[in-house]
């Protein structure tokens, strides 16, 4: 018996929700005003939109010993050989971009610019503890394209494109005076994924991690001179920087 009140009770309340109908309409046989009829539409990611990030930038840099390219070539220790450092740093920026949306699929692009702090020291281990490629950190850009799905307010999505950045790398040893140019400006590309939440008053947070690979760049020492006599021509070294970001941030949509 209860249940079979229970059920009737629900049954009831579940009929009044779904009726269009107005339930206080009087027992006066006047007709109930209708209700409007409301649809929740999803949202619509279609725009403009500028924000900011911020997060931890972790990268490498690897020297190679190439050689000065004479027959025979003379290594500045042993051809072929490589170092590196490696380190975790802190990298912000500041983005906008614009989105298009067909069905659930959003498309767009995106170009930021920003600063990866990456100073770190590695050296010439086993060979010669003295010999150091440094890398100093600095500015970056990226031009990127976004493709993503829709979940209502919800974004996940992929990205990819153009990164250039100066992160000063270069191979020194300080004993004995010795250093090479720096790699100055590289590019190269960049492809990530990140997630992206739609709150209200047009503001959404994100959270993404992205892989850069700055190629290989090569650098070289100036000749060495002692009593006026050159006793070692320029050393040259390739230097290939790499990395990831992995980052929040905050964005406007107008």
């Not at 190679?64 to 042993?78: E, K, Q, R």
């Not at 490696?86 to 767009?108: D, E, I, L, R, T």
């Not at 590695?122 to 060979?127: D, E, F, I, K, V």
Request: with cysteine; proline share 5%; charged share 15%.
């Amino acid at each position: 018996m209860q249940i079979r009140l229970l059920s009737a009770l629900l049954s009831t309340v579940l009929c009044f929700a779904l009726s269009p109908t107005t339930a206080g309409a009087e027992d006066s046989g006047s007709q109930p005003a209708a209700r409007p009829a409301t649809t929740s539409l999803p949202f619509d990611w279609s725009g403009s939109y500028a924000g900011v990030t911020a997060g931890a930038a972790f990268g490498r840099s690897t020297a190679t010993d190439v050689g000065d390219g004479l027959s025979p070539a003379s290594a500045w220790y042993l051809l072929g050989g490589q170092f590196s450092n490696h380190a975790g740093s802190f990298s912000a920026a500041a983005q906008a971009g614009y989105n298009f949306q067909a069905a659930q699929f959003v498309f767009g692009a995106e170009a930021e610019i920003g600063y990866l702090g990456k100073h770190r020291v590695g050296n010439y281990a086993p060979l010669d503890a003295d010999t150091l490629i440094k890398t100093r950190g600095g500015p970056f850009g990226t031009l990127r394209g976004r493709l993503g799905f829709a979940m209502d307010r919800a974004l996940f999505y992929g990205t990819a494109g153009a990164i250039v950045a100066d992160v000063g790398s270069n191979v020194s040893r300080p004993s004995t005076d010795f250093f090479t140019s720096k790699t100055g400006t590289q590019f190269g590309w960049t492809a990530g994924v990140g997630v992206e939440y739609a709150m209200r008053s047009n503001w959404s947070i994100k959270a993404e991690y992205f892989h850069y690979d700055l190629g290989s760049t090569r650098v070289k020492s100036p000749p060495m001179f002692v009593g006026g006599v050159q006793v070692m021509g320029p050393q040259p070294f390739d230097i290939r920087n790499t990395g990831g970001i992995a980052r929040i941030g905050l964005n406007y949509r107008f």
